[in-house]
């Protein structure tokens, strides 16, 4: 299927303005944009008829929609997609906005959680939508992880620290995981917590990854020397090692060295599972915007959310805060509040710890 930006730039400028208008009409009246009214607002001045034709064209490319016979049309959720990221103008945070939000969470209260209770009480009425507050990740030791699958695209891992304290975090498993492997993983890494954190967990399961690949490499040096095997796909993580002339190999008792090889790929392929795991329960990003369906977290192809990460003096992630709304959100004026939510939250934590 052809990308949005792709797609945006087969477009010529009349479509660009065509389908931005309808947009930015779409969000601000949930209304239907029909042809008459463009011609009312387009740069260039052109008929009904003609604006009516490349609507039709934008509705087989699949951005637009129309809802009923007759009616105006409104984006999909992959045309709102191609606008929030190309066409998107983003606004300054007001200074009604930046007060009301400055004022809830003014004073010398030390208690993080009544902070952030407050934050998402000011959040939700400053968007007039739903507010989503993730609490700063705990950084104490671990004493036990568990993943749980939920669905192929939705898992849960339950972090039990050695402070006494339990947080569960939903994340989107890597392709292919069953519950099976991720019970494996769970015990891989129950067998190495000894109290260490998440990072440090990380850095342990990288020497042990390092660790493999290097037993691969000496194994295997003197058969692809020998030109009785070859890497397949060398330095990318799905590579293998091709055998040539088994015969040979089993002639001169080579095949006890080919299963060592093989099973040292296996617990190197499975490392790297765990690897992905972790990362995935500490992943972070910067101001992130899911669209309908793309919405997994509550599995809502009405709603949107838009969330940003908060970090720490370190410039560590520590946790998250958001708006959750319907599609048509303003997304112009809801971006900005988030992302300056999120660093506000981040210098109040760092200064009161």
């Known amino acids: 299927m052809t990308s949005t930006s792709e797609l945006l730039e087969s477009m010529n400028d009349r479509s660009r303005e065509v389908f931005r208008r309808v947009v930015e009409g779409y969000l601000e009246t949930g209304d239907p944009v029909g042809s008459r009214t463009l ?43 191609m606008f929030v990221d190309s066409l998107l103008e983003i606004d300054d945070v007001t200074v009604s906005d930046r007060e009301k939000i400055e004022a809830t969470v003014s004073g010398n209260s030390s208690d993080v959680a009544h902070l952030l209770d407050k934050v998402g009480s000011a959040l939700s009425g400053v968007t007039q939508s739903a507010s989503l507050v993730l609490t700063p990740k705990h950084e104490a030791g671990l004493r036990h992880i568990e993943f749980v699958s939920l669905s192929p695209e939705r898992a849960l891992v ?56 290097q037993e691969i490499d000496s194994l295997a040096h003197a058969l692809v020397e020998s030109g009785m095997a070859v890497w397949d796909n060398s330095g990318e993580g799905a590579e293998r090692l091709i055998v040539r002339g088994r015969a040979n190999l089993l002639a001169e008792g080579g095949e006890a060295e080919i299963d060592r090889i093989r099973t040292l790929f296996d617990d190197l392929e499975r490392k790297r599972d765990i690897a992905e795991f972790l990362d995935l329960t500490e992943e972070g990003d910067g101001v992130r915007i899911f669209i309908g369906s ?31 709304g319907p599609t048509r959100l303003n997304y112009g004026r809801i971006v900005p509040i988030v992302d300056y939510t999120a660093q506000l939250v981040g210098r109040l934590i760092s200064d009161r710890n």
């Open 39 to 81: 011609t009312r607002s387009l740069s260039e001045k052109v008929s009904a008829a003609t604006i009516r034709n490349v609507m039709q064209d934008l509705e087989y490319l699949g951005l637009l929609d129309s809802p009923h016979v007759s009616a105006g049309r409104v984006p999909t959720q992959r045309g709102l997609r």
């Open 158 to 213: 339950v972090l039990v620290f050695s402070d006494g304290h339990v947080e569960n975090r939903l994340f989107t498993p890597p392709p292919g995981q069953t519950p099976s492997s991720m019970r494996e993983a769970a015990n891989f890494l129950n067998a190495l917590i000894d109290g260490r954190t998440l990072s440090e967990l990380r850095g342990v399961i990288g020497a042990e990854i390092t660790t493999r690949r």
């Open 294 to 324: 793309e919405n997994k977290l509550f599995s809502l192809s009405g709603s949107s959310l838009v969330v940003s990460p908060y970090m720490n003096a370190d410039r560590k992630i520590i946790g998250a805060v958001g708006v959750i």
